[in-house]
């Protein structure tokens, strides 16, 4: 109850390439959810947040998408730079409680 | 603007050390937050601040207090380290609950 699970833990990709990262999420009640990205050694920063009647949203070549009804996200994106190379983290929100995502470390090759 | 500053990024400590890990932010937010993140493992929240002179408990507080005397300094103390606190430690801060949380940029902390 109350988790978020995200997955693939990690994966590779040539630079260039697109991909997607999934999240899945038991939460209730569900306020909104986050994406965000976390460099080694640095903070979490935040990509894009998402509500309950939002499907879709982007930030520059991160899209993601919401299914409040299955209580599945993802996070795709597009023409991967070697500076994608990160761990992105669920996080969704209920009420003051905030719940995180262990995070898909992506790396990306040249 | 700093944003969220924190202070010391490494730190070893023997069992049953203690220490305080500091946490400064610039942007006049009022909520303010403290994280561990564990190998292979989500960020669990461990006390959290509402304003100056607020704190309450987050998921995992045992081990750990915090003060909150002015709105910019959110300081977590270690009074009886254990191995088990050995982790990363992240401070954010917040304008409201809902908003977006910024990150410092952690404290790494070993307890051998």
């Known amino acids: 109850k109350n988790q978020v699970e995200q997955s693939p833990q990690s994966l590779i990709i040539l630079e260039g390439k697109n991909c997607t990262l999934q999240?899945?999420?038991?939460?209730?009640?569900?306020?909104?959810l986050r994406w965000y990205k976390q460099d080694t050694g640095r903070g979490p920063v935040s990509l894009t947040i998402?509500?309950?009647?939002?499907n879709t949203k982007s930030n520059g070549r991160y899209t993601a998408t919401l299914d409040a009804d299955t209580k599945q996200s993802s996070l795709h994106i597009t023409a991967s730079q070697l500076s994608d190379s990160a761990s992105y983290i669920c996080v969704v929100r209920r009420n003051n409680d905030m719940r995180f995502g262990a995070g898909t470390r992506l790396t990306v090759k040249p | 603007n700093a944003g969220v500053t924190q202070t010391p990024k490494f730190r070893i400590l023997k069992i049953g050390q203690s220490m305080t890990l500091q946490c400064t932010q610039d942007?006049?937010?009022?909520?303010m937050y403290w994280y561990r993140q564990d190998p292979g493992m989500g960020l669990k929240l461990i006390y959290y601040s509402v304003g100056a002179g607020i704190t309450d408990k987050g998921e995992v507080p045992n081990g750990y207090n915090v003060s909150r005397s002015t709105t910019e300094d959110f300081p977590l103390r270690l009074e009886l380290a254990a191995p088990s606190q050995t982790s990363v430690y992240f401070c954010?801060?917040?304008?409201?609950?809902?908003?977006?949380?910024?990150f410092g940029p952690g404290t790494r902390l070993t307890v051998t």
């Open positions: 998402m509500t309950f009647s939002e």
């Open positions: 954010a801060s917040s304008y409201d609950p809902p908003g977006e949380q910024y």
């Open positions: 942007m006049n937010h009022n909520y």
């Open positions: 999240c899945n999420y038991t939460v209730s009640p569900f306020s909104n």
